[in-house]
């Protein structure tokens, strides 16, 4: 099993440009797993459940950087500041006040990315596209956040369709690059995975949240 994690992450590195980020995902998988991929040169890990990632990180120290990717609850921001390097999933003004009064408790300063519901679907997290810039500004004005850029899941559809959700999200990263605000580092575009990343990358992505690619389905 754990040389088939490798035999994927040394393929996807060679398909992958080097210009984008591959971050393994490893809800619900083993300590033995993580380490594989680790191993293979994965130096990204991103964490869905901070018990979970805890528990990983305890028994994997100096493995990479951690990010947050799933749906951050408030009353968990203060253990997810404290073991993540970076949360991709910020979807709101509340919550980006609650990490920048956590991470100031920390003496931290944290990188986010601000999540997108590019479809806008009422099932899903994220801010509504219109709503990006504001957001945007209101984490620049406060001093323990960086924002670093987006993250969006895209919609549920055929990956030809899918193209244009991407596409769109590509725009909003670039008008959020151009204003330039102050504080902000807008150096990632985080969209795509395991069945999606080829359409992710070629409208400009660079970072991929891989999964099954790298560890294969789930027992």
Not at 93 to 113: Q, T
Request: charged share 20%; aromatic share 6%.
């Amino acid at each position: 099993m754990y040389q088939q994690i490798r035999d994927n992450v040394l393929r996807l590195r060679t398909e992958i440009p080097s210009g984008v980020s591959i971050l393994a995902a490893v809800k619900g998988r083993t300590v033995g797993e993580i380490a594989a991929a680790a191993d293979a040169g994965i130096t990204i890990l991103g964490g869905n459940y901070i018990q979970e990632t805890e528990a990983a990180r305890s028994l994997l120290p100096s493995r990479g950087e951690w990010h947050f990717i799933g749906h951050l609850q408030l009353n968990k921001v203060k253990k997810a500041v404290e073991l993540f390097d970076l949360i991709q999933t910020v979807d709101s003004a509340a919550l980006a006040e609650s990490i920048n009064r956590h991470a100031g408790g920390f003496n931290k300063v944290i990188p986010l990315l601000i999540e997108v519901n590019i479809g806008r679907e009422p099932q899903k997290n994220g801010v509504l596209p219109e709503n990006v810039i504001a957001l945007a500004r209101l984490i620049s004005g406060l001093p323990n956040l960086r924002l670093s850029g987006l993250m969006t899941m895209g919609p549920n559809i055929p990956q030809p369709e899918l193209r244009t959700f991407f596409a769109a999200t590509r725009a909003i990263y670039e008008d959020l690059k151009a204003l330039c605000l102050p504080g902000a580092d807008i150096r990632f575009l985080s969209m795509g995975m395991s069945d999606s990343y080829r359409v992710a990358i070629g409208e400009g992505a660079n970072m991929v949240r891989l999964g099954t690619a790298i560890f294969g389905p789930r027992p």
